[in-house]
Structures are given as structure tokens and as C-alpha cells.
């Protein structure tokens, strides 16, 4: 695996449980299933001791079913979540550690991230929309305005630089969402179900768009999906979560030849009629 960019210890969140949460946690290190530590602690397990390595300059996909924990684990990365126990390097260094002007520095210059819902102002019009984290980080005006129209050309919405969210399409205000973060220049693009609201064939092109991007930008990219064809055609890393723990972490032929339990085997089963593997020679290009 090329060196990693981001890596994950033993990390563990409980939600609730008050004064029983420092048994809930020795129980999951003990090995208790989240089931059991749910029902006999009265809390929430959201990640019950995550180790991974997502490797620089690849799409790295997080996938799992609902409640597996992908969403708890992506917003732990720039500590929109803070974790009961573990340790989180970017870079080699553990951004736990992070003071409030540390922080800072890596959610405006390090980590930028794409939400599902969207997360535009609609106050503000789309260059403003795509300008607001540099404007935010310090950037001066013309700069940001400049960063921001060069993003929307490159996202495929020149012409559209002052309409507003609600004139928009839910796959064009994704295209916004996703121009703002790039437009950032960030080393890390955290993307959290980026697309699954939208209709199949938006989708795609989205997909698409994103695989083209990241050929010329070669960006650390975590995209979280609870679609395993979507894993399989965009990652070259990917991760699944089961209860809150790695079930199985490798590249796509890894997870699609060599599942490592039944539970990665049936999600292989359950793949979409229209999925069909890549063409030769594929993952090594991508």
C-alpha cells in the first residue's frame, strides 16, 4: 500500500452512559459485541476500536451498513467528533493533540470535507458559496472570488456563479459542495454519502466527474458510501465496517476475490445487477 496519510488507533466513541461509559469501553476492548454493550451499559456505541490505514493520493472508500459507524468514523478525522479513546495521525501526528489554533489550521489548510445534505448557505449565491472557506481561512477577496470561478468551470457550472442554492438542482448544488471543498486545496477531501440522495444517473456523472478530478489531483480523498458498487468503481482502498469495528480493509480485488468473512461475502452477493468488473489493468491506473 503507498505510505498512508491518515491513520486510525484503536479508536473507540461511546455516546451516553454517563459514569458506566469507562465500562462500556473495557468491555468493548474485552471483545463484547456493541449488541451487549448497548443493552447492559444503557449508552451508544458508534466506533468500538477502528484501526486503519488510508493510503495518500487515493480514494479511499468507507462502507458499511447503516449504523456500522462510516459517517461516526469520517467526522472523527477532523474531530467534528471527539473520540472516548485512540489516537488519529494525519501526517504522522496525532490531531488529537491539536489545540484550538491548531485545529484551525487543519479544517482551513489540511482536511476540507464534502457533507450529504449539501451544507450550502442559501443566504449566499453560488461564488460565494464556493469562496466562503477561503474568505473564512484569510484568503482576500479577488483571490477567493478567482479560486472559486475556476472551480465551478471545473465542476461543469460556468453561468451559474450567481444564482442561488434553491435555483438550483440537488446534482448541482452537490457539483457547489464539491468546487468549496476543492477549491480549499486541501491535502485530505472527506466526503460523507456525497451522492446517494440523487437520482442514479446524476450519480453516475458525478462519479465520473470525480474520478476525472482526481486523476489531475491526486488528493487524499475518504469517501463514505453504504453502496458497494459505488465502493468498488471509485476506490482504491476500501474499508468495511461491521458494528462499529474493520470487518475488512484492502484494495477492491482484495474485498471482491478474497472476501475475508460470510459478512463481506454477501455484500459481494449483493451487488447491483448493473455492476461488472473493471477493465484490465483498471485499479492500477486509477
Known amino acids: 500500500m503507498a505510505e498512508a496519510a491518515i491513520e486510525v488507533r484503536e ?31 444503557g449508552c451508544h456505541v458508534g ?30 478525522l477532523n474531530r467534528l467528533i471527539e473520540p472516548s479513546a485512540g489516537k488519529i495521525l494525519i501526517g504522522g501526528r ?37 469562496a466562503f472557506g477561503l ?37 448541482m448544488r452537490q457539483r457547489v459542495g464539491l468546487a468549496r471543498a476543492l ?17 442514479p444517473l446524476i450519480r453516475r456523472d ?15 480523498i475518504v469517501f463514505v458510501t453504504h453502496d458497494i458498487d459505488e465502493a468498488l468503481g471509485l476506490g482504491q482502498h476500501i474499508v468495511i465496517l461491521r458494528d462499529g469495528r474493520v470487518e475488512q480493509a484492502g484494495t477492491p480485488d482484495d474485498i471482491r476475490d478474497r472476501p475475508a468473512s460470510p459478512f463481506v461475502a454477501e455484500f459481494m452477493r449483493a451487488r447491483g445487477p448493473g455492476w461488472s468488473p473493471p477493465a484490465p489493468g483498471a485499479d492500477a491506473e486509477r
Not at 102 to 109: A, F, N, S, V, Y
Not at 208 to 215: A, T
Open 11 to 41: 479508536v473507540y466513541k461511546v455516546f451516553g452512559g454517563g459514569a458506566r461509559q469507562p465500562r462500556a469501553l473495557a468491555m468493548l476492548r474485552a471483545g463484547a459485541a456493541k449488541q451487549e454493550v448497548q443493552a447492559r451499559m
Open 47 to 76: 466506533l468500538a476500536g477502528v484501526d486503519m490505514a488510508l493510503p495518500a493520493g487515493r480514494i479511499s472508500c468507507i462502507m458499511g451498513l447503516s449504523g456500522s459507524g462510516k459517517s461516526t468514523l469520517v467526522r472523527h
Open 94 to 130: 496525532d490531531i488529537l493533540r491539536l489545540d484550538a489554533a491548531g485545529l484551525r489550521q487543519l479544517r482551513r489548510h489540511i482536511v476540507s470535507m464534502v457533507f450529504q445534505g449539501f451544507g450550502l448557505m442559501p443566504h449566499l449565491d453560488v461564488l460565494e458559496n464556493v
Open 135 to 171: 474568505r473564512a481561512r484569510g484568503d482576500g477577496a479577488g483571490r477567493a472570488q478567482h479560486a472559486a470561478q475556476d472551480w465551478l468551470e471545473r465542476v461543469g457550472l460556468q453561468g451559474y456563479a450567481r444564482s442561488y442554492p434553491d435555483e438550483l438542482s440537488g446534482g
Open 183 to 199: 477549491a480549499m486545496d486541501s491535502e485530505i477531501v472527506l466526503m460523507d454519502e456525497p451522492f446517494s440522495a440523487l437520482d
Open 206 to 220: 458525478l462519479q465520473e466527474q470525480l474520478q476525472g478530478l482526481q486523476r489531475s489531483l491526486r488528493k487524499t
